[in-house]
């Protein structure tokens, strides 16, 4: 069972670490669930701090998750539309079979978003669609972050009580 639980909260740890950057997985959110699961093993003690402290960690990251993005946008004049175009874009540059769509979708995403807004003012859309890029990368890469922390905790609890749980 131990060994079972280890397994889904690595699993876990992965996918929160994916979901960083992807807008339908909640990256530090899953990777949180799968630090909760190595704790419900019989080999590792619960530790309530480290677990209350990665959950609070976890939902000002997940608020400011929707706030970053529309403040990037916001501030460089942009409209709902290119947030909206930032999502949809970076959903179809996965999927796209092009190189860095990743990267590329999100921002060509913002502009058509921002274009369809207002399709006379290509400036202003380009500026929009930059800052909600950037606002994007910024909120991508807090979620990155926190979801390798989870994982270097994960790894270190498990290298600490390794001979109890294997």
């Known amino acids: 069972m131990d060994i079972l639980l280890l397994i889904l909260g690595f699993a876990c740890i992965i996918t929160g670490l994916l979901g960083s950057f992807l807008p339908v997985l909640p990256g530090p ?3 949180w669930v799968g630090l909760a699961l190595l704790y419900f093993t019989n080999a ?3 530790n309530y701090w480290i677990l209350g402290i990665a959950l609070l960690i976890t939902i000002v990251i997940s608020v400011l998750d929707y706030v970053i993005p529309a403040k990037g946008t916001k501030r460089f004049g942009g409209s709902s539309y290119g947030i909206w175009g930032t999502n949809i874009g970076l959903i179809v540059g996965i999927l796209a079979p092009v190189p860095f769509g990743f990267i590329i ?4 995403g913002a502009l058509i978003g921002e274009l369809i807004y207002d399709f006379k003012d290509h400036n202003r859309a380009l500026k929009a669609a930059a800052g909600s890029f950037a606002g994007f990368l910024a909120s991508s890469f807090m979620k990155f972050v ?3 922390m989870y994982l270097g905790l994960f790894v270190w609890i498990v290298w600490n009580y390794k001979s109890e749980l294997f």
């Open 29 to 31: 959110s899953v990777s």
């Open 44 to 46: 590792v003690p619960a």
């Open 105 to 108: 979708g999100p921002f060509v």
């Open 146 to 148: 926190v979801c390798v």
